[in-house]
């Protein structure tokens, strides 16, 4: 009888483990999935940008910039400068560096294919003056915020600036991360903005729309995430050396 008994809990426990598994691969691939949508929707954004022709977001604009230099596709630049972001990771870090922040360099090629994609779908969209660009422009803000929103409560693999901004705030841990952010964007702007006056004697791909994302596109990503709230538990592969990096006392 109490073999019976001893066998049939061991089955229970069993069958309880089974199942706490498929959940956990089930909360796995739903994570996963969003994560790969809130990229997407991203691109979705930037492709507006494009189509608006009023500047480009931040971290954003030297690939643009770089792709009317060397007369390569918007996507490709992209995609090279964020490897080169992860290289940049890798000499901040040095033995730090954990070999699966290399992930980024997959999730760039991915980020790129997504933005020729979204490029391609919204090549149909041809503004007709000023007005009818900043319309293209707020929508492309939209997107942005939306992307965001979806894509940072994942917390999985962050895009390679992000990336960068933490190595940054891992090493030099008296700067928060948000500070070391904004250095980051003003960096990146001033990249933009000398590029394009050496290489095609004017500003490229810095204007209005470039202001307005700085401005916007954080704040909008804050409301959408009140009204999408994920929960989700602690990060798989970058919560802890978040955490870390802000030292427990910063914000985003």
Request: positive net charge; charged residues 15%; aromatic residues 12%.
């Amino acid at each position: 009888m109490r073999r019976t008994s001893y066998a049939l809990e061991r089955w229970v426990a069993l069958i309880n483990d089974k199942i706490k598994g498929m959940l956990k691969e089930t909360h796995l691939f739903k994570r996963f999935l969003i994560y790969l949508i809130g990229l997407f929707i991203l691109s979705v954004g930037l492709a507006l940008f494009l189509q608006a022709g009023l500047g480009l977001p931040v971290n954003s604009s030297v690939a643009y910039v770089l792709s009317r230099i060397i007369s390569l596709r918007y996507s490709v630049c992209l995609v090279l400068v964020n490897v080169l972001l992860v290289f940049i990771q890798l000499a901040v870090l040095r033995r730090d560096f954990r070999p699966v922040s290399f992930l980024q360099i997959p999730l760039s090629f991915l980020f790129g294919w997504f933005v020729d994609l979204t490029c391609r779908l919204t090549m149909n969209i041809q503004p007709s003056g000023y007005f009818a660009n900043l319309a293209v422009m707020v929508l492309g803000i939209v997107f942005l915020g939306l992307g965001l929103s979806l894509y940072v409560q994942t917390d999985l693999i962050p895009l390679p600036l992000e990336g960068l901004a933490l190595a940054v705030t891992k090493k030099l841990v008296r700067f928060p991360l948000y500070a070391v952010k904004r250095a980051l964007d003003t960096a990146l702007l001033l990249t933009s903005a000398l590029l394009s006056l050496v290489f095609l004697r004017h500003l490229e791909g810095v204007r209005e729309g470039t202001v307005f994302a700085a401005l916007f596109a954080g704040k909008l990503m804050g409301i959408f995430q009140k009204h999408i709230s994920l929960h989700f538990s602690e990060g798989l592969t970058y919560h802890n050396s978040r955490d870390s990096a802000q030292g427990g006392n910063h914000g985003k």
